[in-house]
């Protein structure tokens, strides 16, 4: 079956350092999307991608980045970790044919 | 701007009972879908219900059904006989940008007490 896998599931790290999180998807979607989720503002969208070799920024893309090599994995890299960025962080991509969004298991980060 | 409002960021119900839960969005699309998705203690996202905008008839799943007021940019979602299991966040989104992206609400918190 496809799915989208994220890895690590958990992260804790330091202030300043570079932390990069994995999404990795096997539905052959071209639409891939970051998102955070904090407690009193639902999911917000950090960063996505239509395809290869395109990323755009979201509402909350400061502090972070993302790169699109191929289809199947948009990793997420916060260059230097702050403790505002403690967070979940889910990937999704997004179904052609009915808009929907596919979620991984969601990466819980905490930055010291 | 484009905007989700869930007003009802706490809700709390016996089984069996049936519940509500509203959404209102703002979108200047014409054509374009909406969701609720349903976010368990698990944490992970799981799509509950889908309405196409273009169709008049209200979506429904089992348990799960929207009751869709387009003129308004009303979609609130309706659990019939709720179950312990229907404990979670709920989330409703729709897309924005051609229907590329999705917007999400800030979430309801729903308790089902046994």
């Known amino acids: 079956d496809a799915e989208i896998t994220q890895s690590p599931r958990h992260k804790i790290t330091e202030t300043g350092r570079q932390v990069t999180l994995a999404c990795h998807q096997t539905w052959n979607h071209n639409n891939m999307f970051w998102y955070r989720q904090d407690l009193g503002h639902g999911l917000r969208l950090i960063h996505y991608?239509?395809?290869?070799?395109?990323?755009n920024k979201g509402e909350v893309s400061d502090g972070y980045s993302v790169s699109r090599s191929n289809t199947e994995d948009l990793p997420l890299t916060l260059e230097s970790a702050a403790s505002s960025q403690t967070s979940v962080y889910f990937c999704?991509?997004?179904?052609?044919?009915?808009?929907?969004?596919?979620f991984g298991e969601g990466s819980r980060l905490t930055v010291l | 701007a484009q905007t989700v409002t869930q007003s009802q960021p706490e809700m709390s119900v016996q089984e069996a009972e049936t519940v509500t839960l509203s959404c209102t969005y703002d979108t200047s699309e014409n054509n374009y879908y909406l969701f609720w998705y349903k976010q368990p203690p698990s944490r992970q996202m799981i799509l509950v219900i889908r309405q196409e905008a273009y169709k008049q008839q209200n979506a429904t799943e089992n348990r799960f059904s929207v009751n869709f007021q387009k003129a308004a940019k009303s979609f609130s979602l309706k659990i019939s006989d709720s179950q312990l299991g229907d404990t979670a966040m709920y989330f409703c989104a729709y897309p924005i940008q051609g229907a590329q992206k999705l917007v999400f609400g800030q979430g309801t918190r729903l308790t089902i007490n046994p």
């Open positions: 999704a991509s997004r179904s052609g044919n009915t808009g929907e969004l596919f």
């Open positions: 991608s239509y395809g290869v070799q395109d990323t």
